[in-house]
């Protein structure tokens, strides 16, 4: 089920995309089996920096078992304690970040996702960083890096391609932060650009192959 909070404070830059993510269409193939999944939740936290609007992504460290050395939004699975998606997304923030969830508010939860290669579905919470607080990778072992990244960049026409993985799929990547960001989180970030209205048009003809390295690390999953 989505959520959509009243907040007052929310920014007129993104309460379109807010009245709009609930109901946002999820193609079949991402659409979660009746049972037999975990539950997890990933903060899709927007905020006002620097260089304009921005989102918070990580980089997850190379030495996880799973998704090894990927660009993520911050997130994970839902323990019992947690009270659903929105407090998982939270507390995982703040693990993983060092953000403070008191300054997090949230707006809305999207249609659930599923991974199918992890088993997990996962929900984006939508939140707004109302209260800025310092980020820092937290678990070394976890976490490589942190950072915000504007809204501008990744609609960036030239930040944008289309990667081939293994099996020959094409699925939408950014290049961001020196990230390259593909995969699930990459989806995410396409269909956010989209429903916010934020995307530029772009050459979806420059493809480029999944570099090995990063094959090599997605295979320990």
Known sequence: MTRVFDVPDCPEWL???VAVAPATEVPEQLRPPANGARAAAVL????EGPEGPDLLLLQRADTLRKHAGQPAFPGGGIDPGDDGPVGAALREAAEETGLDPDG?????????LYV????YRVTPVVAW???PSAIAAGDPGEVAS??????????DPAN???IRGPAGHLAPAFRARGMLVWGFTAGILHRVLQVGGWERPWDKSRVEELPPEV????KRE
Request: charged share 25%; proline share 5%.
């Open 15 to 17: 309460r379109d995309f």
């Open 44 to 47: 899709i936290l927007f905020g």
């Open 104 to 112: 997090v508010a949230v707006l809305a939860t999207m249609p659930e």
């Open 116 to 119: 199918s290669h992890s088993g």
């Open 129 to 131: 960083w109302r209260e």
């Open 146 to 155: 942190v950072a915000r990244v504007p809204i501008s960049e990744l609609a």
């Open 160 to 162: 944008r391609l289309r």
């Open 215 to 218: 094959i090599d690390l997605a």
